[in-house]
């Protein structure tokens, strides 16, 4: 129950984050990743901001023997870059420069009922639900 608790207070202070940040805001999104227009360069302030907290607090975590709620730690541990991972990473920026959402700021955008985040969303979900039916075949 405790590992809930934080779990859910940690995506309330992603949330947080991301709508205070821009990120749950498509045009803004957009700007950032119109580089030959209009370019928007705050948003590498936020990026930069995250790679430095995921730096320090990956330090700090690992460090330790073992996760405070689990037995050992889920890490990856393949290295090889296969047509899989390719594809998706293609798959996600087409999808992100289209839409201007990614998945954890479409959630968050859910919250103000536009047409943009539910559509981006569903079409997220059945994107996601033919892969898994699609990887199985």
């Known amino acids: 129950m ?12 992603f949330g947080i984050g991301l ?11 957009l700007g950032f990743l119109d580089v030959t227009g209009n370019w928007d ?4 302030l936020v990026m930069a901001g995250a790679v430095a907290v995921t730096l ?7 460090a330790r023997a073992r996760p405070i709620f689990a037995e050992k730690f889920e890490l990856p541990t393949r290295k090889d870059i296969d047509l899989p991972l390719v594809a998706g990473a293609a798959i996600f920026g ?6 201007g959402y990614c998945p954890g700021p479409a959630l968050t955008a859910l919250a103000t009922l536009s047409v943009e985040s539910v559509v981006f969303v569903a079409a997220m979900l059945v994107g996601g639900f033919l892969q898994r039916a699609l990887w199985r075949a």
């Open 56 to 62: 320090l607090g990956f330090r700090f975590v690992l």
């Open 2 to 13: 405790n590992a809930l608790i934080l779990a859910l207070g940690a995506g309330f202070v």
């Open 41 to 44: 360069a705050s948003l590498m």
């Open 94 to 99: 087409i999808g992100w420069g289209i839409a």
């Open 19 to 29: 709508w205070v940040s821009g990120m749950a805001n498509p045009k803004k999104v």
